[in-house]
């Protein structure tokens, strides 16, 4: 009979629930100021391109709030109702910006092709693009410094936050070049043209916003991860450890998930197989932080496993041990124990465990 599953969490980093607070309550202070930046000068222009940036800075204050709101839930540790934490309130954070950005893209779409069927004079237009030119540069900074701070704290809400505003700097740089192509020109049409130019980039945006936060929301396979997982135990690998197989991890939040079968030989003591299982338990930790959780499932070891088992002195072996095999990932069967061969097996799914079945 297969022992009992372990499982460890470790707790909750406050440098880092610190560092995003902060990040994305700057993110929404200095979003609400650059939106009546971007309509004052929308005002001065009466630009259907400007207009459009302005829409989109709507979003960009909507989707901070909203993602402070899923920050401070994110960093609720585990309870009763939520065994797992609340990490993935961050994909419905980031499914949400990207949906504001789509119904956003549908309103440039409309004012765009107002601009471009009907156009019409734009007044004070250098007072506007120097407006709209000094937002652009604070959007960039405000933006690369919220994709960093989300990847140094693992945190999607920033990156999808900080991506989005460096999106609107490309909108507002494709603003600047309409006006001052109209500016030179006095094309008026190009005003609209340029706005429903914007509205297809940032169509795009939202699009692949949606999408990341439906793969996270799904337990999507992370290839990454599991690369990383496996390769550590490789690194460590001990001779007790005969094989692993049904290894999935998956992400909420920050917080890693991992779980996965531990062969160990059947003759070795309960107490000495927690050991083991305790061992990969801290190596896993160490590596992914205080917000990891692992849980190890322990198998005894069966005979086709004797070819891989570099246990010399085997009084229960039933054939010869072969080469060491480096272990790496592999795809698994659906569900069970598939015969040995010398490579960590990973699930099809990153999921949840859906039962523990050998």
């Known amino acids: 009979m297969a022992a009992q599953p372990k499982k460890k969490t470790a707790p ?7 560092l995003r607070i902060l990040a994305i309550s700057l993110s929404f202070g200095i979003g609400a100021l650059l939106l009546v930046i971007k309509f004052y000068a929308y005002r001065l222009t009466h630009s259907s391109a400007v207009l459009s940036d302005a829409l989109e800075s709507i979003i960009n204050v909507v989707a901070s709030a909203f993602a402070l709101g899923s920050v401070l839930l994110a960093a609720k540790p585990p309870d009763e109702s939520h065994p797992y934490g609340h990490g993935k309130i961050e994909f419905f954070s980031a499914g949400f910006e990207g949906a504001l950005i789509i119904v956003a893209a549908l309103g440039i779409f409309k004012v ?10 734009l007044p004070s237009l250098q007072a506007g693009l120097l407006l709209v030119l000094a937002a652009s540069v604070v959007n ?3 933006g690369i410094g919220l994709v960093k701070v989300g990847r140094k704290t693992d945190s999607l809400v920033l990156v999808a936050d900080g991506q989005h505003l460096i999106t609107d700097v490309y909108t507002s740089a494709g603003v600047l070049v309409g006006l001052l192509l109209v500016h030179l020109t006095g094309w008026y049409w190009l005003d609209g043209a340029v706005a429903c130019l914007l509205g297809l980039n940032i169509l795009v945006t939202g ?18 991860l599991l690369e990383r997982i496996a390769a550590l135990i490789e690194r460590h ?4 450890w005969i094989d692993i197989h049904q290894l999935r991890a998956w992400k909420s939040g920050d917080s890693v998930h991992i779980d996965f079968h531990l062969i160990l030989p059947r003759d070795l003591s309960l107490e000495k197989a927690h050991h083991e299982a305790e061992t990969l338990e801290a190596l896993l930790m160490a590596e992914f932080g205080p917000r990891a959780s692992v849980l190890v499932h322990m198998d005894p070891c069966r005979d086709p496993e004797c070819p891989v088992c570099r246990q010399t002195r085997c009084e ?3 054939s010869a041990a072969c080469s060491p095999v480096p272990w790496e990932p592999a795809d698994m069967t659906a569900s069970g124990r598939p ?6 097996r990973l699930a099809a799914a990153a999921g949840p465990d859906r039962g523990r079945g050998d």
């Open 12 to 18: 909750v980093d406050g440098r880092h629930l610190k």
């Open 112 to 121: 765009g092709i107002t601009g471009l069927l009907a156009p019409r004079p």
């Open 140 to 142: 960039l900074l405000l």
């Open 207 to 224: 699009a692949k916003l949606v999408r990341q936060a439906f793969s996270g929301l799904m337990d999507a396979a992370n290839p990454r």
């Open 237 to 240: 690998r001990n001779p007790l």
């Open 316 to 318: 229960l072996r039933k």
């Open 339 to 344: 015969a040995a061969r010398g490579a960590i």
